[in-house]
Nanobody, 112 residues
Framework: QVQLVESGGGLVQPGGSLRLSCAAS????????MSWYRQAAGKEREWVAR????????DYADFVKGRFTISRDNAKNTVYLQMNSLKPEDTAAYYC?????WGQGTQVTVSS
């Protein structure tokens, strides 16, 4: 069955960095675009970034442009989200999405 397992979340100070990973299984990873979303407490889930199947195309929400980088390793069936210059408003559960499926999420908390 399809599985998407996120990891790498945690507590970080403002201005810090984290790298999230999403390990995929159960589908042909290299043929699907992948996306990251986030959901802060009490808010709707929002799209953060996406990457094409071959990694030739990436796109970002305006609020993370220049700070976050999405990448993937098709040999490892894994998509990444490098998050730099983190702000308190980046605090949220981060989810990866691919092939119509969602992971369980990983919590990112940005606080001093």
């Amino acid at each position: 069955q399809v599985q998407l397992v996120e990891s790498g979340g945690g507590l970080v100070q403002p201005g810090g960095s984290l790298r999230l990973s999403c390990a995929a299984s159960g589908f042909i990873f290299s043929t699907y675009s992948m996306s990251w979303y986030r959901q802060a407490a009490g808010k709707e889930r929002e799209w953060v970034a996406r990457i094409s199947s071959s990694a030739s195309f990436t796109d970002y929400a305006d609020f993370v442009k220049g700070r976050f980088t999405i990448s993937r390793d098709n040999a490892k069936n894994t998509v990444y989200l490098q998050m730099n210059s983190l702000k308190p408003e980046d605090t949220a559960a981060y989810y990866c999405k691919g092939a119509g499926y969602w992971g369980q999420g990983t919590q990112v908390t940005v606080s001093s």
